[in-house]
């Protein structure tokens, strides 16, 4: 059995020492130098476990193999890809995978989810009372940790440390294992009693904000001015690769009508929650009027509750709100985060003439057109409209149908690149010739467009790290850089008055200056935290954030680090967490009367109780739209 035991914990060692310099080479990620031996250490203390399990050592070494690669190869390419390590909410998110990939793809993403369980089931000693006591000691393990998740949060942060801005950091001295459950343990730490209507008042007093209206009570319909017609354009994956200087591009990929366009905004830029993914928090942001502050998608987790974001404020003045988006209905949970924020249609995949794919990506223009099509009765009506439309060309890799040929060369040897700047070609062409349509058939309507986040163009930041705009990890970025991570282009147009020079937007800003332009002054918590003429505008990120006053002056706060000049910023995203939390997670307090004016008692609500009913009633919607 000694023979056994030393055959199995020296095959782990073999795996390990290959795996990483498999990784570092293919990726140029792996744990630091410091962090090998505790690594090391996790990993054989996972293998001995898992040989008590095991039958013999032919099956634990192929199960071991399988499930230790899975997760080293996926945690690798999200780091390449995205910057961060894998956290535990990726595993709930791990389904919308399969709703965006196909072919091999698809079977490659199901096969590291599913083999590495089949291998767990053949290696198991089904007739050995060790290997049940193994297993059960696992599972009373997992159970402490979720009864007492705080106290093993602090014990995990005192032993290895957590550089809350850095989650790519934290996993290079950690490694996986400790790193993965370091941040379990945080987030069931996070699970807490909703605010009670004294820290939602004081909240709303910090944030300088007042009371809205009672939820759900019928608004007063406003002025003429806000029966304007609503265009809210989301592009994916939209930046100005002009500003890789490296790249050697042959000519300009944006369309001059664009850059006349954008420059009469003063070359205005969103500042979006995401880089590179997790579209839907910079949707939530840009319909809801709260930011992002989690490293997770809110869609998925976050939002709980119906709540009066700008499609249900603008359907109590007699709106009509859609939403299109051409993907999977139920991709980021979008069929009932769209409900619970108030649109009354979702245009999907299914409801869309799929006639000019790029990959599995309906083309901007068909969809343009599609969506007039389906609107032009509504217009007719002379019903206001919001209409929301999220395009899907644009993913990554960045692909291109026989209609589109490649038109821009690129000098560097980084494919995504020249991928990329061609797909911005039609792109910015398609959208604008949809816009001259659009003005043309709605000259007084408010239009807005931005880019969700900036394009993936390589592993550890790729193409941006050759031009000098990001450096490879987050731990090396200067201040400007945290900007440039996160700023795509911003157009609004405010009917025939034209472009309107924004400045450097947050996109939580956006419901807020929408609503100043139809000139509806009701009582929103659309305006609770964010005005479009704020002097300070404050951009957090996760574990950070970074204060903008004016055009040049920025501030990088740092999670965790003493920093003078980031109290007051601090402080007022603390008040917005909380204003959050009540309002999508809880018992929604800042949308009543103050109490002293109820005469009612407050009822707390917990807040997994909230989360926990939901989501089960997500499920039941889900498949009820689905069917």
Known sequence: MAREWAWALALVVLWYGAAQGGIAYLFGVSPGVDAWLRDLGAH?????????????????????????????????????????????????????????????????SVAMLAVPGLALLWMFAWRMP?????????????????????????????????????????????GLPIHLVQEAARNLSRRQQAPEFGEVDDALRMVGATQPSAFFKAAAVPGAGAARNVHMIVLESFWDPVALKQAGFS?????????KLWKATGNAHALSPVFGGYTANAEFEALCGF?????????????????????????????????????????WNRINAYRRVGFEQYWSDRDF?????????????????????????????????????????????????????????????????????NTVYYKSRELMAFLRVLRKRDPDAIIVLFGDHLPSLGWNHGGYAESGLLAPSRSEFSDEMFRTLVATPLIVIDGRHG????????????????????????????????????????????????TLEGRKALRVCRSGEVQVGCEASSAWLEAVSVLSRDLFNGAQHALQLPEHLRGLQTVEVEMDEVSGAAVIEDAIDTMDNEV
């Open 499 to 546: 472009p309107v020079r924004t400045g450097d937007l947050p996109l939580y800003a956006l419901p807020g200056l929408i609503l100043d332009l139809l000139g509806d002054e009701r009582d929103s918590m659309l305006r609770f935290v964010a005005r479009a003429d704020d002097v300070l505008r404050v951009r957090p990120l996760p574990g950070l954030h970074f």
């Open 291 to 331: 930011p992002v502050q989690i490293d997770a998608v809110f869609f998925e987790g976050g939002l709980r509750r119906d709540v009066p974001c700008l499609p249900r404020h603008l359907g109590e003045a007699g709106y009509r709100s859609v939403a299109s988006h051409p993907n999977a209905a139920p991709f």
């Open 44 to 108: 054989v203390l996972i293998g001995g476990v898992l040989f008590l399990m095991a039958r013999s050592v032919m099956r634990f070494a192929l199960a071991m193999v399988v499930l230790f690669s899975a997760f080293t190869l996926g945690n690798a390419m999200k780091l390449a890809v995205l910057g961060g390590p894998v956290m535990p909410d990726d595993f709930v998110a791990a389904r919308n995978l399969f709703l965006l990939l196909d072919g091999w793809q698809f079977w490659a």
């Open 353 to 421: 003439v799929l006639d000019d794919m790029n990959g599995e990506f309906l083309g901007d223009s068909s969809l343009y057109r599609q969506v007039l099509e389906r609107l032009e009765p509504v217009l007719n009506t002379g019903q206001p409209v919001f209409n929301y439309v999220l395009t899907y060309f644009g993913h990554m890799e960045y692909p291109l149908n026989e209609s589109r040929p490649q038109l821009i060369t690129a000098r560097t040897d980084n494919a995504l690149v020249s991928a990329y700047a």
């Open 251 to 259: 000519a300009d990929p944006i369309d001059p009508a664009f850059r």
């Open 130 to 174: 060790r290997a049940w006591v193994a297993l059960g000691s696992v599972v009373l393990a997992a159970s402490a940790v979720s009864a007492n998740p705080a106290p093993v949060s602090s014990w995990l942060d005192e032993q290895f440390g957590d550089w809350v801005w850095n989650q790519r950091g934290n996993y290079e001295m950690r």
